[in-house]
């Protein structure tokens, strides 16, 4: 063969083979068909301890997702190489109700290399798995799939599969299903791994370190939602995506460096002197992206499901008027108003009221004044505000510290702080920094 044609048939197989492979990992596959009806949405319920909030959130806002709940059942974690497990004591009663969709989910975190193809370990987890599966039956009431969470490097996925294809076979006919990460779909692995389950769950939302840096952190970037979603498609396994409804506190030092991450109030590093920044899922972006896939969306793409069902006291998660708002893909909003509350002849409480249906940021700063002749006799702020007398009369508050600002729920309220005066007076509250 001439050495010209030889060249054009060598880049006519390195084109052919690049294209071949461009086609394996979805990138020039043609459109997924579309999808246009309802989705269904269903919400995670994570807590180890189902206490009486979560037993209230599961009567009163379960109800809402019309594809159930899926409950964290069980835990599986490595310790020094040995397999511990946690079973979560799940209020079968309310899983059993009305709803038979309510599904049931196995966490397992990271295992150490050497035992990812040990017969002892797939054995363990087929015994948490049996132990599971019985304990609600027992509370009367059958999952309407097991959801495999697994927490795998990328390049372990064909261990992963092995793991699913064990577990489908025991578990059968209950549908197994798994959490995927969207760096997974860059592995040859994925596909056979997705097509050993009954589908899987894209998880779209994640911590990195430097974007809880930057300057307009987020936990889910909707514009590669939205991709993810398209190429998730392309492997022909019905999923859906997990949506984050939490956020958490970032703590920074001086210079603006990630310290750690507080998921929960009370944690030490609060106090440790860092900095602390909200990071959290933002409402109207996410209620823009349910709207978007109610419009159009990959035909495999069978719904949402949120992390997490909200439960009054968890501080770091959506109130329930906000994720109610974003389900139906309409932005919530937030209406606060600070208001002059007498609680007796002389004595004013400054509170904020939230008649939205979107957390609100307590003001940094409010000045109260009063007609008359009264004088302060004596005054004090509330949930992070500090107070000090004008010059003119009348009293500023300031919020106290660069940490985040105190939120007020929707249709809730908070006190910011109070003053005594030395005789009744008609008090005006005015916000001069909402920040």
């Not at 979603?229 to 210079?255: C, K, S, W």
Request: aromatic share 6%; with cysteine.
């Amino acid at each position: 063969m001439p050495s010209s044609l030889r060249w054009i048939a060598l880049g006519t197989a390195g084109l052919l083979a690049a294209l071949a492979v461009s086609y394996a990992f979805g990138w020039l596959r043609p459109a997924a068909p579309r999808a246009t009806s309802p989705m269904q949405q269903s919400a995670y319920v994570w807590q180890r301890s189902w206490s009486d909030p979560v037993q209230r959130a599961m009567r009163e806002r379960a109800p809402a997702f019309d594809a159930g709940v899926v409950a964290l059942g069980a835990e599986i974690a490595w310790r020094d190489g040995v397999l511990q497990h946690v079973q979560v004591p799940l209020g079968h009663a309310l899983l059993a109700g009305d709803a038979p969709t309510n599904g049931i989910a196995l966490r397992i975190g990271p295992c150490p290399k050497e035992l990812l193809r040990d017969d002892a370990t797939i054995a363990s987890i087929l015994q948490v798995t049996r132990e599971m599966l019985a304990s609600a039956r027992a509370g009367g009431w059958e999952p309407s799939e097991l959801q495999l969470d697994f927490d795998s490097a990328t390049s372990r996925l064909d261990d992963y599969r092995r793991w699913v294809e064990a577990i489908a076979a025991e578990v059968k006919p209950v549908p197994v299903t798994l959490t995927v990460l969207p760096t997974w779909m860059s592995s040859p692995a994925f596909g056979p791994l997705v097509r050993a389950s009954a589908g899987f769950v894209l998880q779209v939302h994640s911590v990195e370190k430097a974007a809880l840096e930057s300057d307009a952190p987020s936990l889910c970037d909707a514009a590669s939602a939205v991709s993810w979603t398209e190429r998730a498609a392309h492997f022909g396994v019905p999923f859906r995506v997990a949506l984050p409804t939490y956020g958490y506190l970032a703590m920074l030092d001086d210079d603006g460096k990630l310290r750690g991450l507080v998921a929960e109030t009370g944690s030490p590093l609060l106090s440790a002197g860092a900095r602390a920044r909200l990071v959290s899922a933002e409402p109207r972006a996410m209620a823009d992206l349910v709207a978007h896939w109610s419009r159009s969306r990959p035909e495999g793409m069978q719904g949402i499901i949120w992390y997490r069902l909200p439960v009054d006291g968890d501080r770091l998660n959506w109130a329930w008027p906000t994720l109610s708002r974003v389900m139906a893909g309409e932005a919530p909003a937030a209406q606060l108003a600070v208001r002059a509350v007498p609680i007796d002849d002389a004595v004013i409480e400054l509170v904020a009221e939230n008649s939205g249906d979107l957390d609100a940021a307590a003001p940094a700063i409010l000045e109260v004044s009063w007609t008359g002749g009264a004088t302060v006799v004596g005054a004090d702020g509330l949930a992070g505000m500090e107070w000090r007398r004008q010059d003119g009369g009348g009293v500023r508050f300031e919020r106290a510290s660069a940490e985040p600002a105190l939120r007020v729920a929707p249709r809730g309220s908070r006190v910011l702080g109070w003053v005594r005066l030395s005789s009744t007076a008609e008090v005006k509250v005015d916000v001069i920094d909402e920040r």
